[in-house]
């Protein structure tokens, strides 16, 4: 394929909202955002089998290129169709993260420095980290160290930046990963979840309904 032709199909992918773009100096960085996909995935195909989307995220690698100290591991993005506020409130409110967050509970004083905690349903620690950096209502950088899987746990925590962004009385929710290398586990099982975590908040928000256990 020429490069005109990869640039016209990037572009198509862009415009659909199926691909993330970051600049980074002169390159533009480009992530698979399977959200969008995931969507569609739970309103139709979900009622006739089980959600799975690990295929999709495979494709990640094709998309991607070069390496920067800065540059994140993968890029989510998507639209909800509530205020802001909403957004923020289902990041920091356990009573929220319980509805689409794999059933966990958060909880943290939400300042830099902060501990945080995210709780099973019988209040044992699921996963841990500390709140590196917090714009309240904005923007928030923690680490997390997931704890419900030995290799996960000695692989060390990987860092978190969820942004919260008015998109014309709307929200734009962007969450970044990094230090979460290509082939880790870690990587693998964030790669695969996350579309679940932000597609569940998407349809909580909207409509006040769950997604179905992924289990």
Excluded: C
């Amino acid at each position: 394929m020429t490069r005109f032709g990869v640039m016209s199909h990037l572009r198509v992918l862009e415009e659909a909202e199926l691909i993330s773009t970051r600049r980074d100096g002169r390159r533009k960085l480009h992530y698979l955002n399977p959200v969008p996909i995931r969507l569609v995935h739970d309103r139709w195909i979900s009622k006739y089998t089980e959600p799975k989307v690990g295929a999709m995220t495979r494709l990640k690698a094709q998309l991607e290129g070069g390496a920067s100290m800065s540059k994140p591991d993968h890029v989510y993005q998507v639209i909800i169709n509530v205020e802001p506020k909403l957004v923020w409130n289902a990041i920091v409110d356990g009573n929220v993260t319980q509805q689409y967050f794999y059933g966990t509970r958060v909880e943290s004083e939400w300042g830099a420095g902060s501990d945080i905690h995210y709780y099973d349903s019988e209040g044992g620690v699921v996963a841990d980290g500390e709140i590196l950096d917090i714009e309240a209502g904005h923007r928030v950088e923690m680490t997390f160290q997931a704890r419900w899987d030995p290799e996960l746990l000695a692989e060390g925590p990987a860092r978190e930046i969820w942004i919260v962004d008015d998109f014309n009385g709307a929200t734009k929710l962007t969450i970044e990963l990094y230090d979460t290398p290509a082939g880790s586990k870690t990587y693998e099982d964030f790669v695969g979840g996350f579309p679940y975590i932000v597609s569940g908040m998407k349809t909580l928000l909207e409509t006040g309904q769950t997604l179905p256990s992924p289990y």
